[in-house]
């Protein structure tokens, strides 16, 4: 299986937060002379619509950037109780509990969000005219984003959330969080991280026409056996620590054995990853 410059399989859907390296290597073209502002803008918008990681590479190809793989961020939580709204209480073993606070717009990349008070509003905005967050203040207490429960419990987060269909999981130690659609057509990011979990980010106003989304139904494992299967695909053994793991959608692939159903991708320590299905643990193809 070819693989991208992000080390993502070529065949594979970026997500929003992969496109932007790709479209920082543009800008960087661009003010160096190699493109010219109309293929500048042209490229751009391809870069938006690309459905493939293979594509994007081909749209940066004559330039001689190398995009880093990008890094999750989200909003970190200042102190005061928000007020509770659709309660979830997830029970688990020596936890700390957090809050949910809405934030009404992506930042910059690298940046970090400022988030007001309870009743204020998020500096360094950008949010569409007349936006509201979303009555989503819920209490969650954090969880390992590789216990076994991590994926299970991420589908209650999100559906706590409002999240009414799913682009992608993210478990890592570092920076975890779901991207999904809530019932409005507004698109948000929620974090899993152990200092911020429930914390909400508005990531776009509108879904895009090509998206595609996650099948929570068909996940029928905990996270240990998707590990344990990874492994298997992937030939790594025990040793071998897991990085991070991503639940996409098998559509991602565009192949009659993926389609219809949710991917689970392993990502080992070692550079190699496994992928799997979540319905019966088959090796992606």
Same mark, same amino acid.
């Given at each position: 299986?070819? /693989?991208s410059? +992000?080390?993502?399989?070529?065949?594979?859907?970026?997500? %929003? !937060?992969e496109?932007?390296?790709?479209? #920082?290597? &543009?800008?960087q073209a661009?003010?160096e002379g190699r493109l /010219?502002?109309? +293929?500048?803008?042209?490229?751009?918008?391809?870069?938006? %619509? !690309?459905?493939?990681?293979?594509?994007? #590479?081909? &749209?940066v190809?004559?330039?001689p950037?190398?995009?880093?793989?990008?890094?999750?961020?989200?909003?970190r939580?200042?102190t005061?109780?928000?007020?509770?709204?659709?309660l979830?209480?997830g029970l688990?073993?020596g936890?700390?509990t957090?809050?949910?606070?809405?934030?009404?717009?992506?930042t910059?990349?690298?940046?970090?969000?400022?988030?007001?008070?309870e009743?204020g509003?998020?500096?360094g905005?950008g949010?569409?005219a007349?936006?509201?967050?979303p009555?989503?203040a819920?209490?969650?207490?954090?969880l390992?984003?590789?216990d076994?429960?991590a994926?299970?419990?991420?589908?209650?987060?999100?559906q706590?959330?409002?999240?009414?269909?799913?682009e992608?999981?993210?478990?890592?130690p570092?920076?975890?969080?779901?991207?999904?659609?809530?019932e409005?057509g507004?698109?948000?990011?929620?974090?899993?991280?152990?200092?911020?979990?429930?914390?909400?980010?508005?990531v776009?106003?509108?879904?895009?026409?090509?998206a595609?989304?996650?099948y929570?139904?068909?996940?029928?494992?905990?996270?240990d056996a998707y590990?344990?299967a990874?492994r298997?695909?992937a030939?790594?053994?025990?040793d071998?620590?897991?990085g991070w793991?991503?639940?996409?959608?098998?559509?991602e692939?565009y192949?009659?054995?993926?389609?219809?159903?949710?991917?689970?991708?392993?990502?080992?320590e070692d550079?190699s990853y496994g992928e799997?299905?979540?319905?019966?643990?088959t090796?992606?193809?």
């Open positions: 299986m070819s /693989t410059r +992000l080390g993502r399989p070529a065949q594979m859907r970026p997500s %929003r !937060a496109r932007e390296p790709y479209t #920082d290597a &543009l800008a661009v003010a /010219t502002d109309a +293929l500048y803008e042209e490229r751009v918008d391809e870069v938006e %619509r !690309a459905s493939t990681f293979g594509r994007l #590479d081909e &749209l190809a004559d330039t950037f190398t995009p880093a793989v990008p890094e999750r961020t989200y909003a939580l200042r005061g109780r928000v007020v509770l709204t659709g979830f209480v688990v073993a936890v700390v957090h809050m949910v606070v809405a934030v009404p717009a992506p910059e990349a690298g940046s970090t969000a400022v988030i007001a008070e009743g509003e998020a500096e905005g949010a569409p007349g936006w509201q967050g009555e989503v819920t209490e969650f207490d954090s390992d984003p590789l076994d429960g994926i299970e419990y991420a589908l209650e987060v999100a706590s959330a409002g999240l009414t269909q799913i992608e999981i993210r478990l890592d570092d920076s975890s969080g779901i991207e999904g659609v809530r409005d507004t698109i948000y990011s929620v974090s899993l991280g152990p200092d911020t979990v429930g914390s909400m980010q508005m776009d106003a509108e879904v895009d026409e090509d595609i989304f996650i929570p139904d068909v996940l029928d494992h905990g996270l590990v344990e990874g298997d695909a030939d790594v053994g025990d071998v620590e897991v793991v991503r639940v996409i959608s098998g559509d692939w192949t009659p054995d993926s389609a219809g159903r949710s991917v689970v991708r392993i990502d080992f550079g799997v299905h979540g319905d019966d643990l090796p992606v193809r």
